[in-house]
């Protein structure tokens, strides 16, 4: 099936661990994000692409690094897990110029103690 | 995000309409979404207007916006217990800037 596919749907890390959070996307799509979704803050940008080998941060970067090989993989790295890093979070993907928003994937909800 | 608000919760008897508000402060935004949150799911798209509408329908739901006082409202006729979800007004230049989010609940 099309779409967004994020793993793991769970994780649960030690504090000072790392890790990647996969993401990938079969639709082609050119622009890709990954946001942390926490109680009564919505969703904030993390990182986001708008093609291979063109990534850029957003709101909360601080401890998170991405790359773009590929325009169907947008991998989320975190380098040193800390427990503010507790989240929900999504990986979302969308053509360029178009007016369909964005598709997200279901999410990993990541637990650091 | 900062940029984007709205009140985090309604209550509303089935069978109502529910109207949910946001309002946004970048004027250079091209399109303007609601999207719709079920417990444990993503982000399902419920519908967008481009910023050269003033309001689009679409079977219950009905999108109005005002460009001048940069708001946006989704109203949900016939309110079901399926409606009961998080809605998040989203704002896009070149990317989706999201409100916090309005917890709907439904009640018999």
């Known amino acids: 099936n099309a779409g967004v596919t994020q793993t793991p749907k769970f994780q649960v890390l030690k504090t000072g661990q790392s890790m990647t959070l996969q993401c990938a996307q079969d639709m082609n799509h050119e622009y890709m994000s990954w946001y942390r979704q926490d109680p009564g803050m919505g969703l904030r940008l993390i990182h986001y692409?708008?093609?291979?080998?063109?990534?850029d941060q957003g709101e909360v970067p601080n401890g998170y690094n991405v790359s773009r090989s590929t325009t169907e993989d947008f991998p989320l790295r975190l380098l040193s897990a800390a427990p503010s890093q507790t989240s929900v979070y999504f990986c979302?993907?969308?053509?360029?110029?178009?007016?369909?928003?964005?598709?997200f994937g279901s999410g990993t909800r990541l637990t650091v103690v | 995000g900062e940029d984007v608000e709205q009140s985090l919760f309604l209550s509303v008897r089935e069978g109502d309409s529910s109207v949910i508000n946001c309002t946004y402060t970048d004027s250079s935004s091209t399109y303007l979404y609601w999207y719709k949150q079920e417990p444990g799911a993503g982000l399902q798209l419920l519908t967008y207007i481009f910023s050269n509408m003033d309001m689009k329908q679409d079977q219950r739901l009905t999108v109005l916006l005002n460009k001048k006082d940069k708001h946006l409202s989704l109203r949900i006729a016939d309110t079901q217990t399926g409606d009961s979800a998080i809605y998040f007004c989203a704002e896009r230049d070149y990317k989706l800037s999201f409100g916090a989010g309005t917890t709907v609940t439904v009640r018999a």
């Open positions: 979302a993907s969308s053509r360029d110029g178009t007016n369909y928003g964005y598709t």
């Open positions: 692409s708008v093609g291979a080998g063109i990534t």
